[in-house]
């Protein structure tokens, strides 16, 4: 197998000049870890052994695989980069992976694994005694991005803790290294906050859900929910950790807040709204029932962000900020004296005010805000980063300023947007974005000087799952477009109209049968399987979806 089949790919791979041939890994093939590489020796041996059916036990010579962190790699390429070479002449080794850290080794490994080819992801062996060669080869390689993300919207639809702890494994498997987490909406509160019951009690059910876009006349009249305990989380952030991925939570304030409003009412606009009557949102869009900008709202919140805090080790916790609606403020006497008694200028004031609360509140506790980007308006407060959803401009005008920012538009890297035009696409939403469009979206607009680029800390996609109910709707929509996008936040791809698409579809040739041996329901390259197209219900002609509003033409 030619190494340029990995995905995403690296830096540098050469089969080695003058030595023909390959390695084979067998019962011989031992694992030794040096200090600090114990944990990737781990994650290696859950990986292929059982794939391999091969012991890999602990030792060294010249048949082991040899992980180390080494000062050299990190001086050339960072902590996350590695270099890794295979050498079946070598009297002391036979494979060398060497990492700028642990996670440079452990990003290593994940190549080891890709080299090793796709029968390498499966969970059982197809077939004992096999040989499991690898190519004589040197890789040395290392992420364009630090921040390389995909964020998953368990709130519109719950997802499972096996389902979220697979996913961690699909990211590590396309060296990804941020799960964004995005835990709270209207239509639902998916972690357990132990002082306020019932955020889950109440907020994490509704009874029923649109089906399809919001324009859609469907409903799916069963009770949805479900979330996440402390134990949960702790599962996820260290299986997450174990993995080199930092899980960043999001809290979503103060918008797209009405299932914490069901649960506790007072939380709402109680001077213009009847809150004791809300109920968890069934339907799909922006709800106008906000936060009302109290002190009772403040102090819950802060009370929610410890528990949080306790759980999440992550610098960066996400706050949302997003479609925050300032209807129910303009309305409400309270929002108004508020903006009064502090002196404000007007609504988006008010929000700015709200953001900055916590931006100050998570900084002194050693952590940093991150919000969408419409904690620009009304202006950003200091340290805050910003993650670009609705286009560039966002995160143009925040990296200008000096702030970090996540480039993660709308119009690129929203997965949950339909991949090809067609009428078989299952329930179609959005703008249509191929996988060659994702794989030349670029991060870095041209436009920006280096001072201000340096402000980009990277990339994510991200998985809105109102149409997306099980595990393999996600799989549909993420797969294979996530392979692109983690070549475009690992790879130093050349600017997007000179992008070898071509040469990317060729190897993806074999990452679909790594998809394949990994159980991943992706969409295939000729468009979807028949039980992929889950065709309307009796009565329904067309598509279930429609067009997202003031969308290009293309959609
Ligand atoms: C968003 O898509 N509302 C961040």
Not at 116 to 126: E, I, K, Q, T
Not at 234 to 250: F, G
Not at 518 to 527: E, N, T
Request: proline content about 8%; aromatic content about 8%.
């Amino acid at each position: 197998m030619s190494p340029t089949n990995l995905v995403p790919a690296p830096l540098v791979a050469e089969c080695r000049a003058g030595s023909p041939g390959c390695l084979s890994l067998d019962e011989r093939t031992t694992v030794d870890a040096r200090p600090g590489a114990e944990g990737v020796a781990r994650r290696l041996r859950a990986m292929l052994g059982p794939a391999t059916g091969l012991p890999l036990a602990d030792g060294s010579g010249p048949h082991s695989i040899l992980l180390r962190a080494s000062a050299d790699v990190e001086r050339e390429y960072g902590p996350e980069g590695y270099r890794l070479s295979t050498d079946r002449s070598a009297e002391d080794v036979a494979v060398l992976v060497e990492g700028g850290s642990a996670a440079g080794v452990f990003w290593g490994v994940q190549t080891l694994r890709q080299l090793l080819g796709p029968d390498a992801f499966r969970r059982a062996p197809v077939a004992r005694g096999r040989d499991w060669v690898l190519p004589l080869v040197t890789v040395e390689d290392r992420p364009r991005f630090s921040w390389r993300g995909m964020m998953l919207d368990v709130a519109r639809h719950f997802l499972p803790k096996d389902d979220v702890l697979r996913q961690l494994d699909l990211l590590a498997a396309h060296k990804l290294n941020v799960f964004h987490f995005h835990l709270t909406d209207d239509q639902g509160w998916r972690i357990e906050i132990e002082r306020y019951p019932k955020l889950t009690e109440v907020g994490a059910w509704r009874a029923r859900t649109k089906h399809g876009h919001r324009a859609s006349p469907l409903w799916d009249d069963r009770p949805h929910g479900g979330y996440y305990t402390h134990d949960d989380i702790r599962e996820i952030v260290a299986y997450a950790a174990e993995r080199h991925i930092t899980v960043v939570p999001e809290i979503d304030i103060p918008g797209h807040s009405q299932a914490a409003i069901a649960a506790y009412p007072e939380l709402g606009n109680t001077d213009v709204v009847d809150t004791a009557s809300l109920t968890v949102w069934d339907n799909w869009g922006v709800s106008p029932n906000v936060l009302a900008p109290g002190d009772t709202t403040l102090r819950f919140y802060e009370g929610v962000l410890e528990e949080v805090l306790g759980l999440f080790p992550s610098v960066f916790v996400h706050i949302g900020g997003d479609e925050c609606p300032k209807d129910q403020w303009k309305e409400s006497p309270a929002a108004q004296a508020r903006i009064k008694e502090l002196g404000l200028a007007d609504e988006d004031e008010l929000q700015s005010w709200f953001i900055r609360h916590f931006d100050r509140w998570l900084a002194d506790r050693g952590r940093r805000l991150i919000g969408w980007d419409e904690i620009l308006e009304g202006g950003l407060a200091p340290g805050a980063a910003v993650s670009s959803w609705r286009g560039y401009q966002g995160g143009i005008a925040a990296a200008e300023a000096g702030h970090d920012v996540v480039m993660c538009p709308e119009q690129q890297v929203y997965l949950d947007h339909r991949q090809a035009a067609g009428d078989d696409e299952p329930m179609p939403i959005g703008y249509v974005r191929t996988l060659e469009d994702v794989y030349r979206f670029e991060p870095l607009p041209p436009s920006l000087g280096p001072e201000a680029a340096a402000h980009v800390l990277g990339t994510q996609a991200n998985v809105w799952t109102e149409v997306m109910q099980d595990r393999s709707r996600v799989d549909y929509q993420v797969f294979p477009r996530l392979a692109a996008f983690a070549e475009v936040a690992w790879s130093a791809l050349p600017a997007p109209a000179e992008r070898d698409f071509a040469g990317f579809e060729r190897r993806m040739e074999t990452h679909y049968a790594r998809l394949d041996a990994l159980g991943v329901d992706y969409r295939p390259p000729g468009g979807p399987r028949p039980w992929q197209r889950r065709p309307a219900p009796a009565g329904m002609t067309g598509s279930l979806g429609r067009p997202i509003e003031g969308a290009p033409p293309n959609v």
